[in-house]
């Protein structure tokens, strides 16, 4: 579980084992890599959920509007106190980071959040599992999947980011600051949308589709000569046009096919008509045939075909840094690209402890002595950069 006070300053609760900030950017995830935007791994058996706090103040008593200037972020002037863990808190403030806010990390957090399944754990998994992400996820017949990525943890992240700007404005309205609270399984949960609508107004138990839709035919991965490619006919019109490209003009006149409704109703029977057709070209040839079509279509890509894609690289989704030990490192850019400022010249995930002395002393006032004893007594760590 997440939550963040508003408006507020921490009543402490625990000790401090290190402190860092973030500047947007995640950690490399590639085997023997430092992992510094997220904490370093806890002893076995004992890994958190992404379950704490996070206390956001203004650097002054006056929120109101910034004069405009060029590059000026939104958060600019901003401190987010993150004491998250793992990756949905972490996701939200990289994100708020990204906007101008300056993060203070601090690292390992002493308790938890109260209530009767406190003690549960919180991962993406399990919240994917009891929300029913899993139960709909996976080929027809087959057993349930988890998605590639933590979905269920990005979610949360995303949703904490905007309840926190919400939380802004809402001071800035009020004055008055406020306490939000976002969950794994409630984050999940709002995120079945037209599956979760079904079965509540209509008692229609949700199923996995594989790549397909429930409700839209076809709308799913075919198999090519040497791949896959995904095709979606989202209206009747877009539907000839495929049976057009694909050389099947007889199964867009087929009494059975005629409109959405009906091809739904007969999904097997025209899924193994397109089927047969697609597996006769390469992916290549059939994305070749539906440019310029109007019809939604796209390869699956693997990683390396992600990242040169001239769209990705357009939208500035490769960005690359210098780590304090792993040397150059590169990181997917932000999903959102705006008019009156850029993210640039991000900086990397800094390390465990890396700013510990810093923001004792510079920014919450602590005398050197009193730093030393908390350093010596093993309170704090800082972590030196060579």
Not at 40 to 46: E, I, N, R, V, Y
Not at 167 to 185: A, P, V
Not at 269 to 294: H, N, P
Request: proline share 7%; charged share 20%.
């Amino acid at each position: 579980m997440l939550s963040a006070a508003l408006g507020g300053r921490s009543g402490g609760g625990g000790l401090w084992r290190s402190l860092r900030r973030t500047g947007g950017a995640c950690s490399p995830r590639c085997p023997g890599a430092p992992s510094a935007a997220s904490p370093a791994p806890p002893a076995a058996g004992a890994r958190s959920v992404a379950s704490s706090s996070s206390l956001l103040f203004p650097q002054d008593n006056n929120p109101g509007p910034r004069p405009s200037a060029s590059n000026v972020k939104p958060l600019d002037g901003v401190k987010i106190l993150d004491l998250t863990r793992v990756l949905a808190g972490p996701f939200a403030t990289m994100n708020l980071g990204d906007l101008g806010a300056e993060v203070i990390k601090v690292e390992r957090p002493g308790y938890g959040q109260t209530g009767p399944m406190v003690q549960r754990g919180g991962y993406d998994s399990i919240a994917a599992a009891v929300s029913g992400l899993m139960h709909i996820t996976g080929h027809e017949e087959g057993e349930p999947v988890r998605v590639g990525v933590a979905m269920t943890d990005l979610a949360t992240g995303l949703y904490t980011c905007g309840a926190i700007m919400a939380g802004l404005l809402q001071r800035y309205k009020t004055g008055k600051g406020l306490h939000i609270d976002c969950n794994l399984m409630s984050s999940q949960v709002a995120c079945l949308t037209h599956v979760a609508a079904n079965y509540l107004n209509c008692k229609i138990e949700g199923k996995r589709w594989g790549t397909a839709h429930g409700s839209i035919v076809p709308y799913q991965a075919f198999k090519t000569k040497d791949g896959y490619i995904v095709v979606g006919a989202g209206n009747d019109q877009q539907f000839v046009t495929v049976c057009k490209i694909l050389n099947l003009p007889e199964v867009s006149k087929d009494s059975r096919y005629k409109t959405n409704t009906l091809r739904v109703q007969n999904r097997k029977e025209l899924i193994d008509i397109l089927s047969t057709r697609f597996s006769e070209k390469t992916t290549i040839k059939w994305l070749q045939l539906f440019e310029g079509s109007g019809v939604p279509y796209g390869p699956i890509n693997n990683m390396q075909q992600v990242f040169s894609d001239p769209q990705v690289l357009h939208n500035g989704l490769v960005m690359e840094m210098n780590h304090p030990t792993a040397g150059r490192i590169v990181v997917p850019g932000p999903g959102v690209r705006y008019s009156e400022f850029a993210v640039s010249h991000p900086k990397p995930p800094p390390l465990v402890g890396q700013h510990t002395v810093e923001i004792l002393k510079v920014m919450l006032g602590y005398e050197d002595d009193a730093i030393e004893e908390l350093l010596h007594t093993g309170v704090v760590a800082q972590h030196e950069v060579r």
